[in-house]
């Protein structure tokens, strides 16, 4: 049996590979820089310098590895541990500074080799809107967030869903564009702008202003990750711009790929905010964690009057 020319073949691919910086992981075995990348994954805190350079050696041989040692033992135990010690670092995404997330995204921008994970494209738009007068729609709506409660027991478990789908979709976000969090209101001047700007410098800015006073639980960080999420899915994926009608029809794309279960704590979040700040003219305080009931949230624009009622109702 022939020796595996994995080594070989990596070399090979970075030899021609300009951004590698590496060294001293360039010359090492693929199972011992992942056992090294297993060990600085499982830290408390990460050394994104140290992990940026294990994963550029990760990604640039791995898949020649895999290929030169298939069926082998080694390539089973290899392909294991790096799966364990890349959630791991995904799973501390979510925490990393502006700065380490600057060091590591020329790498995490091709962790999908490693993963098999790709962003989840929204379905194609076969929107159910049945809207016909936005402005009244948008006046329930905020009608019926100013009568809820700030933090509304019955809405806990879907922010909690909510926010373990945002958590995902961002790390899958950082594989395709690098996120810088400002201190900016309107880092842009419409979607279009962001749209042109974001795929021009392969960056998007996502403002961290009105995120103090939440009642979610969610963090700061959280709320800007689900702006993130919801400014490149939806308003870019989509082409939906900053008015009402996109406001709603970005909730309606999004809806179709964020689990049932989060659906109420969406609304609320995309609908209830856009139109509470437009009625009111003034950006809620506090953003509320709270369910609308009445509204349809797959029929867009369908209000159960009855349902909507209990709104007002102290006891839901």
């Known amino acids: 049996m022939t020796k595996p020319k994995a080594i070989l073949v ?26 090294i990348l297993d060990t600085e994954s499982s830290r408390p805190t990460i050394n994104p310098s140290v992990v940026a350079k294990l994963l550029d050696r990760v990604v640039t041989g791995l898949e020649h590895t895999v290929v ?24 501390k995404i979510p925490e ?7 060091q590591m995204h020329v790498v995490l921008s091709r962790l999908p080799l490693v993963e098999g ?25 905020a009608d019926a967030y100013d ?20 958590v995902h979709m961002f790390k899958q976000l950082l594989s ?41 639980g969610w963090s700061a960080k959280d709320n800007w990750m689900m702006r ?31 689990p049932r279960a989060a659906l109420p704590a969406l609304f609320s979040e995309i609908v209830g905010q856009v139109a509470y700040a437009i009625v009111r003219g003034k950006f809620p305080n506090p953003q509320k964690a709270c369910v609308l009931y009445g509204f349809d949230y797959i029929k867009v624009g369908v209000v159960d009057e009855e349902g909507y009622a209990l709104n007002w109702t102290k006891d839901v």
């Open 68 to 91: 030169a040692i298939q069926g082998r033992p080694e390539g089973t135990r290899i392909i294991g541990i790096l799966h364990r010690a890349i959630n791991r670092i995904l799973a």
């Open 117 to 141: 994970a790709s962003l989840p494209a929204p379905a194609p738009l076969s929107e159910k809107m049945m809207l016909t007068d936005y402005k009244a729609y948008s006046r329930k709506v």
């Open 228 to 258: 993130a999420v919801h400014d490149y899915i939806v308003h870019i994926g989509g082409h939906h711009d900053f008015s009402l009608r996109g406001e709603i029809g970005t909730f309606n794309r999004h809806a179709k790929v964020a």
């Open 96 to 102: 990393m500074t502006n700065e380490s997330l600057r």
């Open 10 to 35: 990596e070399q090979g691919f970075i030899k021609h590979h300009l951004h590698f910086d590496s060294v001293p992981y360039a010359n090492m075995r693929m199972v011992d820089v992942a056992r």
């Open 176 to 216: 395709r564009i690098r996120i810088e969090f400002v201190k900016e209101a309107e880092p842009y001047k419409d979607a279009a702008d962001m749209t042109k700007r974001v795929k021009e410098e392969g960056v998007m800015y996502v403002s961290t202003l009105f995120s103090e006073n939440l009642a979610s």
């Open 147 to 166: 009568a809820r409660p700030v933090r509304d027991p019955v809405a806990m478990s879907s922010y909690a869903a909510l926010r373990q789908h945002v």
